[in-house]
């Protein structure tokens, strides 16, 4: 009996996810090739390890069996890896990390360019998504770690807050909205006034903001949003021509405020604030890049208790 690393990998994913199509998009692999790679594996062991229907997959007795030991093959090797790379000295290897929109697009790249600067070995993937996506992505080990923009309870993720951010109410600073004008503040009642260009339902930005609404008895149901973009540049772009108002993070406007093309807008007795947050799989042996990325940004982030500014635009 030959057990191949690879098939068993693919067997572990297939195991996770329950379909060949989505371990095919998650392992890059097409459906055929994945049928195959689980077809000889289930040779070489002369055993049946899924039972198939036409839309899912389910372990039998025997692939049940075989995921307990397949979690424990894959985690020793991926602790073999960590402790030659350790040997030899030299921290190298892939770094995929997963991140929520604000934090890909406005706090990662500056950092992650901090750190290829004293990691030059280490091969960097980030890829943007939303949080469940990326919980899912961190279960199935495509991912090493994951940035999202909330926390979230599960029992098999250990997670750390690496700073507040706060969202706030942004206007046009050239074509000021007639019923905000030049006003530094507005009451939270003149919020049901103005025309919003909002993130689309489900991300982590617009649920705060209703989360936050709500908790101060208003209802985010009431809001005239007049526009819904899933890309935080195109809100930005909208919002600087005067089609509307906006509430992003802070962490997302810093060029702009000093451009002077948006301005805040402070809502009164109010403050939308979230945690971003670090992600990792608890039963998984953190490869060394990885390992040094989650050290390198718990340090950049320590000591802060109160709201964190994000770094500036650029490295």
Known sequence: MIMNLDQL???????????F???????????????????QLEASLNTKLFERTTKTIRLTDSGKLLFDYAEQIIHLVEKAKKDLALLEGSIHGD???????TIGEHLLPYLLGRFKREYPKVHLLMKIDNSHEI???LKNGTIHLGFIEAPIAHPDLVQHPLMEDELVLICSAREPHP?????DSIAAHELF???FIMRERGSGTRQVMEESLRSNRLDPD???IELELANTESIKAAVESGMGVSILSQSAIGKELQLNTLRKVNIQG???????????EKNRVLSLPSEAFLHYILGYFAGSADLVEPPPNGP
């Open 9 to 19: 990998k693919v067997f572990h994913v297939a195991a996770l996810k329950k379909n």
């Open 21 to 39: 199509s989505e371990t095919g998009k998650i392992l890059h692999l097409s459906q055929p090739s994945i049928s195959l790679q689980i077809q």
């Open 95 to 101: 770094l995929h990390i997963g991140a929520s929109l």
């Open 135 to 137: 919980v899912e992505q």
């Open 179 to 183: 019923l905000i004008g030049h006003r």
């Open 193 to 195: 006034s103005l025309p």
């Open 222 to 224: 009431k809001l005239r």
């Open 270 to 280: 109010i403050k939308l604030r979230r945690s971003f947050n670090v992600l990792y």
